[in-house]
């Protein structure tokens, strides 16, 4: 089993920046992929943005340019630095940790949640 905390959520106005964070922990393996995805209310979650533990990145169009992700391998923690945050930005943001070795290779495992709300 694998636990995933957040923090890092909140209210910012627009033009704003947010940080989101998350930590792993519990049967980590050594090849797995961290990221965040995002649901806004009546849509369906999307990728924000992937980190494998081999460093390959992946960004949604619409995060590219704003935001950045980050990894820390050995604290098994992945952040998420998103600048001149939009209205659009507004969601339920979900950290992602899905092993890509051993008995679980493929399984995701899901965050609790952080809201991220951008007023305009």
């Known amino acids: 089993q694998v636990q995933l905390v957040e923090s890092g959520g909140g209210l910012v106005q627009a033009g704003g920046s947010l940080r989101l964070s998350c930590r792993a922990s519990?049967?980590?393996?050594?090849?797995?992929?961290m990221g965040w995805y995002r649901q806004a209310p009546g849509k369906q979650r999307e990728l924000v943005a992937s980190?494998?533990?081999?460093?390959?990145?992946t960004y949604a169009d619409s995060a590219k340019g704003r935001f950045t992700i980050s990894r820390d391998n050995a604290k098994n923690t992945v952040d998420l630095q998103m600048n001149s945050l939009k209205p659009e930005d507004t969601a339920v943001y979900f950290c992602?940790?899905?092993?890509?070795?051993?008995?679980?290779?493929?399984?995701?495992?899901w965050g609790q949640g952080t809201q991220v709300t951008v007023s305009s």
């Open positions: 992602l940790y899905r092993p890509e070795s051993g008995r679980y290779s493929g399984v995701p495992y």
């Open positions: 519990g049967s980590i393996t050594s090849i797995n992929t």
């Open positions: 980190k494998t533990s081999g460093g390959t990145t």
